[in-house]
Every structure is written in C-alpha cells, then in structure tokens.
C-alpha cells in the first residue's frame, strides 16, 4: 500500500503563474482533505472533497483557488495568479469514510515557492 | 471557532530525560484529539488518536492523555532518544466531525 501520494514534492513558480498540486489517497480512500501549512503556523484545513462532490471549501480563499477531485484519477488544488503568500507546505490526507475518527493518513506534501 | 495551543514551541533535552509536551483547546466538544509527528521536510505521521470518551491512549514509550472539561491534552515521551527529535503536532476535531484544527507545534531536540 503505497499510502497517501502527492506530487510533485517540490513546485517553484514565479508571480502570475499557475500551481497545480496533486494527490492521489491511498487505495479504497474516497474521502480526500487538503491543509496548507504556512511558515510558523500550524496546519490549516482548506477543503473536503469525494468523488466528484466538493463537501466543504470554507478554509478556501475565495478567489483562485479550486479544487476537484475526478471520478478517475487524483485529486487536484489549483492556485491560479500565484503570489508570493502563496508560497506554503500543502498536505493532503485521505480517510476510508467521513470522519476524523476513522484516522487521517496525510501525503508527504507539496512545498510551493513563489519566486 | 477552535483554537489550539502548544506549550512549548520548543524543548531541547538530554536522551533519556522525559518530554512533557502540552496542548490545550478552546473548544470542549470535541470528537478526538489527535497527535502527530513532523520531521523536517516530510509529511505528519499519526501517533495517537484519543476518542472524545478516552482519557488516554498508549503506544510503546508513547503516552496522552486528554481531559475536555479542562480543555487539555498532554503527550509524554519516556526515555528520549535522539530519533525522538521532531516537531510535534497536536489536532481536534469538533465541530464538523472531518475537520482537524491544529496547534503550531513543539519543537524538540533530544541532545545525544
């Protein structure tokens, strides 16, 4: 079980640029999270998605920012016009079912710089 | 709103001394309380979850407790040793059952 994947580990993109960041949960997870990690802060929840159904995006800026999480394939976070507050660790975490009590398995991250 | 707080943001100790790491929350209602690991430059691996009726959960050298009407939750480290150094995170989960708010960590270094 190769657990939680996210890539690409590492993302450099200059001012104006898209980010695309991926994640794929562990097998038989159909309940994927996003976090962002900024510098000296602790972990923030971003968006809940199943299959194909965002449930949550309330820790979601408004603007430039999607998420999706496809019928076939990995779940992707888009940041569109990327700045340099962008710049963050993002985690993802899948679960088998709806609930933190079913235990989050977080991927390794993706480190995004704006340059 | 949640809030979570980490007490200390960092603690540097001799091996074999015990850790004594303390989190605290705002929130009582909460479903679990959740600690985690974090090496540098690398994802969080789950250490212990304490459901919202547990007091405590034990694993190996590692113990936590959790104590809602105080709003409280400490993670113990016996006989340290310098694989222990890591940040540590803590996490609850209230409110919407799938969302985890977590403190900004502690920070320890176990000196050989």
């Known amino acids: 079980n190769a657990g939680v994947m996210q890539n690409p580990r590492h993302l450099v993109r200059r001012r104006g640029q898209e980010a695309r960041l991926r994640c794929s949960p562990m097998?038989?997870?159909?309940?994927v999270y996003w976090y962002r990690q900024l510098p000296e802060e602790g972990l923030k929840f971003m968006v809940y998605?199943?299959?194909?159904?965002?449930?949550?995006e309330s820790g979601m800026p408004k603007e430039r920012f999607s998420a999706e999480f496809p019928k076939e394939g990995p779940s992707i976070l888009r940041i569109q016009q990327v700045v340099r507050g962008d710049s963050a660790a993002y985690f993802c975490?899948?679960?088998?079912?709806?609930?933190?009590?079913?235990?989050?398995?977080f991927g390794s991250g993706t480190r995004l710089t704006v340059v | 709103k949640q809030e979570v707080t980490q007490i200390p943001a960092a603690l540097s100790v001799p091996e074999g001394e015990n850790l004594v790491l303390n989190c605290s929350f705002t929130?009582?209602?909460?479903?679990?309380l959740q600690w985690f690991r974090q090496d540098p430059g690398k994802g969080l691996t789950s250490l212990l979850l304490?459901?919202?009726?547990?007091r405590e959960q034990t694993s190996g050298r590692l113990n936590a407790s959790l104590d809602k009407s105080s709003g409280r939750s400490t993670l113990y480290i016996a006989a340290s040793q310098p694989g222990d150094s890591a940040t540590y995170l803590c996490?609850?989960?209230?409110?919407?059952?799938?969302?985890?708010?977590f403190g900004a960590g502690t920070t320890v270094t176990v000196r050989a």
């Open positions: 097998k038989g997870h159909s309940h």
């Open positions: 975490a899948s679960s088998p079912k709806s609930g933190t009590n079913y235990g989050y398995t």
């Open positions: 996490a609850a989960s209230g409110g919407d059952d799938y969302k985890l708010s």
């Open positions: 929130d009582s209602a909460i479903y679990n």
């Open positions: 304490i459901q919202s009726s547990q």
């Open positions: 998605l199943q299959k194909e159904n965002i449930i949550d």
